[in-house]
């Protein structure tokens, strides 16, 4: 007997930085990027399989914290039977902002959920995952989680909350790893520290906010070429902060040689990954060439 589910990744659009600030943050499910979880019996268990970690859960590294709370919420403390190995298989790169934790949360908690007959409420699983994306992440905005159980666009803002907006853009995503881990915490306080002590800096970020409200109207009328114009725009601010990279720049620049609409990065900065739009199939496939020679990842999604 076995159970399994997968989950997808997830991508900043555009507001990352400003959200913190109070602008929308705009995140798209990233469907051609998984994860899956596999529960089955093991007269060993529990047992932990990733391409990182093989053995005992309790021994698990930090790095899975979140799945062992989630394994003691829903399996050893109510004293259902432990004998069992979970098991990864994920194709989400790690620490690039692309949701990988909130991706293994899920996947986790559907996978226990059918393996055990739990009958978790849609409001249950969200709060367990919640839960488990605190311990890794310190205090999370549950933005990550909202999109890696959606596939619609999802905005937040700190005050309305969350809302899924139906639709397609009619247009692709091109997503490059640069191949080194982003750092969300120091990229977080360079932001801060120059916004606090530079009015400039302070105006651009405001500029921030008003480009990703003007994104989310360029989505509902699926004006790509615009949006692309957007990506342009916000990417010229956050390498004002210091938060763009050589690689970063050097991937930017090659997507655009090579015709996207617009590209920038995706996430906190100083890592992660970059998104290239496209308004055709020809045009995505294009720019997906183009990086491949200089990035550690490229895939495409269709918005």
Known sequence: MSSDFTAHAKAILIGEHAVVYGADALSVPLTSLTLTARVEADPAGPTLNTEGYCGDFDEAPQLFSGIRFLFTELVEKPGRDTRVRLTFDSHIPMARGLGS???????????LNSYYGLNLSEPEIISLGNRAEDIVHGKASGLDLQTVNSDQLVSFN??????HIPGNLDAWLVIADTGVEGSTKEAVAMVRDQRDSSPLMRHRL???GTLSRRAKQAWNQKDSLQLGTIFDAAQEILVSFGISTSTID?????????GALGAKLSGSGLGGVVIALANTRELAHNVAQALRPHAHGVWVEQL
């Open 158 to 163: 700190k005050e309305s909350g969350f809302t």
């Open 206 to 208: 405001d500029e921030l």
């Open 250 to 258: 050097k991937l930017v620049d090659v997507a655009r040689d090579a």
């Open 101 to 111: 934790s909130a991706a293994s949360a899920l996947a986790t908690i559907r996978a």
